[in-house]
Structure formats: structure tokens, C-alpha cells
């Protein structure tokens, strides 16, 4: 199975998640500002939000690939406030024709005074869990 990963990070805490992703899939990890080229089985997305928004360039990026040669996509990500950016990740790629999975992961991310060290060893324990059954069945 081929895995890429792809996130937009203001913080480092989508870019921290993003590892632990790689770490189980093996992949690469790397921000929207890298093309992806290559042909995938999954490609992983991740963001946090901002004034309740996830930024523009994850629109940007998700415009430049292929619906074709990205079989699923599976959307990850952190905010403090709202209960998930997922929902606006899953709205850009299914927009664009892409096959965006049932599954998705969120956890809490810092703001300020609310949520300090999220995403913590158990969130990140968790996604590892999430990322494992996903692509390993287990
Ligand atoms: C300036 C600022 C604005 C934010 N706005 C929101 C928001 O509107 N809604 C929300 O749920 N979280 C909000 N957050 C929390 C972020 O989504 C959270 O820190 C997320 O983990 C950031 O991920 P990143 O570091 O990968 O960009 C905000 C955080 C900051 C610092």
C-alpha cells in the first residue's frame, strides 16, 4: 500500500501528528507546500484551525492533484475550540471529486490558555492506534 502525507501546520501541532502517521506508515511526512507527484492508496491530511477555518493552501494543494491517483484520502487534526477541522478538510477533497474515508482522526490542540499540551502522548498514542488499524487492519 502507498502512503503519503501531507499537512498545513502553524504550530508544529498538525506537523507532530504527521510523524507519528509516518512513523506507522512508513511515509514521509511533509508539508502542503511539497507537490505530490506520485500515484497513492492513501493520502493523509491534516490541519488545525484558525478564526474556526482551515487555512487556504490546503485548497491550493488538494487543486493540483489528480482525483485518479489518489484512491482515498484520510483526513486528521487538532483545534481547541470547534469540535473538529475535519469536516471542512473532507468538504475541499470531496469537492474535487476525491473518495475521502468514513474514518478520520481529531484530537485537542493548544489555544492559548485552553488545552495546554495538546496534542499530548496520549493523543498521539491514540492517532498511532487510529493510523494502525487503518492501514495494517490492527
Ligand atoms: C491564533 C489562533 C487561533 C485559533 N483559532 C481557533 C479556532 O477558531 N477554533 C478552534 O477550534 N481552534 C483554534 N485554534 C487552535 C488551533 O486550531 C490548534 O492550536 C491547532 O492544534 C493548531 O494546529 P497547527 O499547529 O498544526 O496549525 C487557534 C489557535 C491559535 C493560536
Given at each position: 500500500m502507498t502512503t503519503a502525507i501531507r499537512y498545513y501546520s502553524k504550530f508544529g501541532n498538525s506537523e507532530r501528528m504527521a510523524q507519528v502517521v509516518g512513523e506507522v506508515t512508513g511515509a514521509k511526512p511533509a508539508s502542503v507546500e511539497t507537490p505530490l507527484t506520485e500515484e497513492v492508496d492513501i493520502l493523509f491530511i491534516g490541519a488545525g484551525l484558525f478564526l474556526a477555518k482551515v487555512n487556504g493552501r490546503i485548497k491550493e494543494f488538494a487543486r493540483t492533484l489528480n482525483p485518479g491517483k489518489v484512491k482515498k484520502v484520510v483526513c486528521f487534526g487538532s483545534c481547541a475550540l470547534?469540535?473538529?477541522p475535519v469536516p471542512q478538510l473532507r468538504k475541499i477533497f470531496e469537492e474535487l471529486g476525491f473518495s475521502v474515508a468514513e474514518e478520520s482522526f481529531t484530537c485537542r490542540g493548544a489555544m492559548g490558555p485552553w488545552?495546554?499540551?495538546?496534542?499530548d502522548a496520549k493523543d498521539l498514542a491514540n492517532l498511532k492506534a487510529f493510523t494502525e488499524k487503518l492501514v495494517h487492519g490492527k
Open positions: 470547534s469540535d473538529s488545552h495546554g499540551g495538546h496534542p
